[in-house]
C-alpha cells in the first residue's frame, strides 16, 4: 500500500521539477527510473540473502529508507 503511494508521489515530484516544455523529452527518463526501481531491489536482495540472514533485508531496508530520506531533505525543492 506505501509502495504504491510512493510510486504515485514520485511522480508528483518529477512533474513539478521539470519544466512543461521539457515533459515530452523528460518521459523518457521518468520511464527509465520505473524499470530501474523495479530491478534493483530483487537485485540487491539476492545478493544480501547470499551472504546473510533474513534479517539483514530489514537492516538494508532501513538503511535505503533513511538515505532515501536524507537525500529528499537535502536535493528535493522546498516548494512542494
Known sequence: MFTIALDALGSTAFMGSVRSYERAQMAAV???YLDFSELTPPLVYSVVLSFFGLGS????LG???AF???FTWRYLPKSF
Open 30 to 32: 521518468y520511464r527509465t
Open 57 to 60: 533485508v530489514f537492516v538494508t
Open 68 to 70: 532515501c530520506g536524507f
Open 63 to 65: 538503511l535505503l529508507a
